[in-house]
T-cell receptor
């Protein structure tokens, strides 16, 4: 089934630890996105990539980094997790002018 | 002021009612308008997609775009308890490199 695969599904992480959230697509879309979703704040864009080899900052990029070595993979790294990064993280992919397809999300709790 | 405004609700209606969900926006350059549905603990899924102005119908769902008023709507006819979810509007333009600009989402509750 075509779509976005995210891993892990959920994670409890100690503050200060490093973690990478994985995202893989099989739709061959050029553009990929990372969002966080918090109650009352909606979806907020963290980082994006318009094509393999390029990345850009979204609305809330601090504390996060991404890479796009190929079309299919777009990992999100938290270098040193803090409690304010507790959230649900969604990866998405889409083409120009098309809607996005979202993954099922990663629920991250930083303690 | 946000580029896209959407009442967060919750909106609670009885089963069978017609539901109207709305978003207003400020950027006249928006060309693509979408509605997403998000069930609890799931990712958003694309429900309706409209280019420029006009109406689009898909089963019980109708999307309307009024660019002159900068206003979009989603109508749900014969609402069902399974329609209970959060509905997010999103829109994009060439100016934003087609990145989606999101409303905050409206939580809809259909009471049996």
């Amino acid at each position: 089934i075509a779509g976005i695969t995210q891993a892990p599904t959920s994670q409890i992480l100690a503050a200060g630890r490093r973690m990478t959230l994985r995202c893989t697509q099989d739709m061959r879309h050029n553009a990929m996105y990372w969002y966080r979703q918090d109650l009352g704040l909606g979806l907020r864009l963290i980082h994006y990539s318009n094509t393999a080899g390029t990345t850009g900052k979204g609305e809330v990029p601090d504390g996060y980094s991404v890479s796009r070595a190929n079309t299919d993979d777009f990992p999100l790294t938290l270098a040193s997790a803090v409690p304010s990064q507790t959230s649900v993280y969604f990866c998405a992919a889409g083409g120009t002018g098309y809607g996005y397809t979202f993954g099922s999300g990663t629920r991250l709790t930083v303690v | 002021q946000k580029e896209v405004e959407q009442d967060p609700g919750p909106l609670s209606v009885p089963e069978g009612a017609i539901v109207s969900l709305n978003c207003t926006y400020s950027n006249s350059a928006f060309q693509y308008f979408m509605w997403y549905r998000q069930y609890s603990r799931k990712g958003p899924e694309l429900l309706m997609y409209t280019y420029s102005s006009g109406n689009k119908e898909d089963g019980r769902f109708t999307a309307q775009v009024d660019k002159s008023s900068k206003y979009i709507s989603l109508f749900i006819r014969d609402s069902q308890p399974s329609d209970s979810a959060t509905y997010l509007c999103a829109m994009s333009s060439m100016d934003s490199n087609y990145q989606l600009i999101w409303g905050a989402g409206t939580k809809l509750i259909i009471k049996p």
